[in-house]
């Protein structure tokens, strides 16, 4: 637990780096067994220490506060976890090109080969859902089940994985997408998507 935590840890400095986050917004999460361990609210991923990340009972959903107040975003990710059985680890952050195109288009498709290789999936943008609500959580449980990534239309986006690694690639790569698209549209041209 406490090894899973520290990689919590260390993926929430890699997350701030980026930018994909300010303050304390975004949260990230790993399954071990029958417990996720989630980000507490009001604390940033830059600061975070192993008392910021809370046990979540998979099955229950009943959370056990290190630290608190626990993430409003719990529903979201336990709707993950439910979803697919293959999910290890969850991101949801708020890039700013990602929460830019989740309000211009209903899905991003294959932009070019990276990240087609990279996602393995379109990547849809959910209607617009107060964070935190169970409405959101039973939106994103609906699309995870056939993607890996989300947009979430005026709030972010959310990638899944095996692991925080390959969840973390999958944000770069989706923030990395999101950008070429709109740059490209700022051009005047509308981007062909690959077909596989």
């Known amino acids: 637990m406490k090894d899973l935590k520290k990689e919590l840890i260390r993926y929430g400095k890699k997350i701030y780096a980026e930018k994909f986050v300010i303050g304390a917004g975004g949260n990230i999460s790993v399954r ?3 417990k ?12 975070s220490g192993i008392a910021d990340y809370n046990n979540v009972d998979l099955k229950t959903g009943k959370v056990t506060c290190l ?6 975003e719990i529903p979201m990710h336990l709707a993950c976890y439910e979803a697919r059985p293959d999910i290890g680890a969850v991101i949801h952050t708020h890039p700013v090109y990602g929460t830019t195109l989740g309000m211009m288009v209903n ?6 080969y990276e990240f087609m290789f990279t996602m393995k999936s379109e990547v849809p943008t ?10 959101l959580g039973q939106a994103v449980k609906r699309g995870i089940k056939k993607h890996n990534g989300l947009l979430l239309k005026n709030h972010g ?5 095996k692991n925080l690694e390959e969840a973390y690639l999958r944000a770069q790569a989706l923030e990395r997408a ?3 698209y709109i740059l490209a549209r700022l051009s005047g ?8």
Request: net charge positive.
């Open 32 to 34: 071990h067994g029958s």
């Open 36 to 47: 996720v361990y989630i980000k507490a609210s009001g604390v940033s991923l830059e600061d």
């Open 67 to 72: 630290k608190g107040p626990c993430s409003i």
């Open 107 to 112: 899905q991003l498709g294959f932009i070019s």
């Open 126 to 135: 959910i209607a617009y859902k107060k964070a935190g609500s169970l409405g």
């Open 157 to 161: 986006i959310i990638t899944v994985g």
């Open 178 to 180: 999101c950008k070429i």
């Open 189 to 196: 041209k509308t981007p062909p998507f690959i077909h596989k």
